[in-house]
């Protein structure tokens, strides 16, 4: 058994301003790394601005991440952090831009290096300092390891191969409040299927059922804002991001399975939303899971069955089906991922995948 989650996390409200010293002490330029928009409109930015201003550290915007960040805009960063002598770097915002942000850090720590060292396996992973403010509540990133990034030469995304951990993650669940319900929807979905799949997964052993439990216990106290029955409160966007970080101590400890395997291409072909594309596959993996993981899985999410997690996930993402073509071709790729295969605690081959993938057609 082990248990490895270095970041220091933080969750309260204005917990960037509370905790504006510990971020100050580490460097005196900092890189703001963000998308086009959100973190502007829901106050993140501005917070992390006057906790910099504070403190005295400069800071730079860089606020081009886009969606499943590529290998390009991850270079683009670490040219222009470079340029302004960065010797930090802030994410703010969904999985995208911290996993971006982690990425950057490290190829800010190699400047000397070209793109090909983020998959350079057995490299040095050390990178410059790193705060992560997520304003979603769905990938857990500002607590995990993992940098998941576009790779268009082979149109898919692929995690890189450096651990890499946040300094700080300040989690502060006000952000959540100018978010659209698409995106709690979505991101929602993904912290379950992180949960799940960390659950059911060949690495899992007592520390992360102990996260995957407690997650779970918090996740579903959401449900029924998600659906729709009642108005958001402030504690509930306190819980959807605590489940969220809780889902990310999870997978930090075995990662991802197979859902997340086989969404890959998917998003990168249909660009389907990350969380719609994972939850489309949790019914197909559950299917295939030992009888007794799965009535664990599905009783501490709160659902009575494969059907009753179907329409849940139906009413918030929708109901349509991805083609047989693309079905096909995530089986394919997938199938080529002897890492990601044995992560299943079950036998794998090419016909379960296409039992999972093809379950609820």
Not at 258 to 282: D, E, I, K, W
Request: net charge negative; charged share 25%.
């Amino acid at each position: 058994m082990r248990f490895y989650m270095p970041a220091k996390l933080y969750q309260e409200a204005d917990c960037v301003w509370h905790h504006r010293e510990e971020i100050g002490q580490l460097g005196k330029c900092a890189l703001i790394v963000t998308g086009r928009h959100s973190a502007k409109a829901n106050g993140s930015y501005d917070d992390v601005c006057k906790a910099l201003d504070d403190q005295k550290v400069d800071h730079f915007l860089f606020d081009e991440v886009e969606e499943n960040p590529s290998i390009e805009t991850v270079m683009k960063a670490r040219d222009f952090g470079a340029e302004h002598q960065a010797d930090m770097v802030i994410g703010i915002g969904g999985g995208s831009p911290l996993d971006a942000a982690k990425a950057i850090a490290l190829m800010l720590k190699h400047p000397g290096e070209d793109r090909d060292y983020l998959y350079k396996k057995g490299a040095d992973s050390s990178t410059l300092p790193i705060v992560e403010v997520p304003t979603t509540c769905g990938t857990g990133s500002e607590v995990t390891p993992v940098s998941v990034l576009t790779i268009h030469a082979q149109k898919t995304k692929g995690s890189i191969p450096h651990k890499i951990f946040a300094n700080y993650a300040l989690v502060d669940g006000r952000y959540l409040k100018t978010a659209p319900i698409s995106v709690l929807h979505n991101t929602a979905i993904d912290a379950l299927a992180h949960l799940w799949e960390a659950f059911i997964n060949a690495d899992a052993d007592d520390c992360t059922h102990m996260c995957v439990a407690a997650g779970l216990r918090v996740w579903k106290r959401n449900k029924a804002v998600l659906l729709g029955e009642r108005p958001a409160e402030d504690t509930d966007y306190n819980n959807m991001m605590n489940a969220s970080a809780l889902a990310g101590m999870a997978i930090a400890q075995d990662g991802t399975t197979l859902p997340h395997g086989l969404s890959y291409p998917v998003t990168y072909n249909q660009h389907m939303a990350h969380g719609r594309a994972v939850g489309y596959f949790q019914a197909g993996y559950l299917a295939a899971a030992d009888k007794a993981d799965r009535e664990a899985a599905l009783q501490m999410a709160g659902f009575k069955s494969l059907d009753d997690y179907q329409n849940f996930y139906e009413a918030l993402c929708g109901a349509d089906k991805l083609s047989d073509q693309d079905l096909d071709y995530a089986v394919d790729v997938l199938s080529k991922k002897p890492d990601k295969l044995k992560k299943a605690p079950f036998d794998v081959d090419k016909k379960v995948l296409h039992d999972i993938a093809f379950f609820t057609k």
